[in-house]
């Protein structure tokens, strides 16, 4: 959770910006583990939840692609806790190791 703009980013080449809550990204996060199987952490949730919130504005044939730059084992007691987000009022619908 650091709030640090990387030397990487050249911002001339950003079309839009989305912004994303922390519990939009949670459960995108706990989603794309339960669904998709892509043990993947919050900040791939904040890219998923944003590609899935733009998938409106795309054309048949427009490429997207998303990185998925970490993992979930620093968020196994977070956003993977049913009991962390029930006590930080996030939702558990999807529970990502209940099956």
Same mark, same amino acid.
């Given at each position: 959770?650091?709030?640090?703009?990387?030397?990487?980013?050249?911002?001339?080449?950003? =079309? *839009? +910006? #989305?912004?994303?809550?922390?519990? !939009? &990204?949670?459960?995108?996060?706990?989603?794309?583990?339960?669904?998709?199987?892509?043990?993947?952490?919050?900040?791939?949730?904040?890219?998923?939840?944003?590609?899935?919130?733009?998938?409106?504005?795309?054309?048949? =044939? *427009? +490429? #997207?692609?998303?990185?998925?730059? !970490? &993992?979930?084992?620093?968020?196994?007691?977070?956003?993977?806790?049913?009991?962390?987000?029930?006590?930080?009022?996030?939702?558990?619908?999807?529970?990502?190791?209940?099956?």
């Amino acid at each position: 959770g650091s709030d640090m703009v990387t030397k990487a980013l050249d911002p001339d080449i950003i =079309d *839009d +910006v #989305v912004t994303v809550s922390d519990k !939009d &990204s949670f459960e995108t996060t706990r989603y794309l583990a339960g669904k998709h199987g892509f043990m993947a952490g919050g900040s791939s949730g904040t890219a998923a939840f944003a590609a899935f919130e733009m998938i409106v504005s795309f054309k048949k =044939d *427009d +490429v #997207v692609v998303m990185i998925f730059a !970490d &993992s979930a084992f620093r968020y196994l007691s977070k956003c993977f806790s049913d009991q962390w987000m029930d006590e930080h009022g996030f939702s558990t619908r999807q529970k990502v190791f209940a099956q």
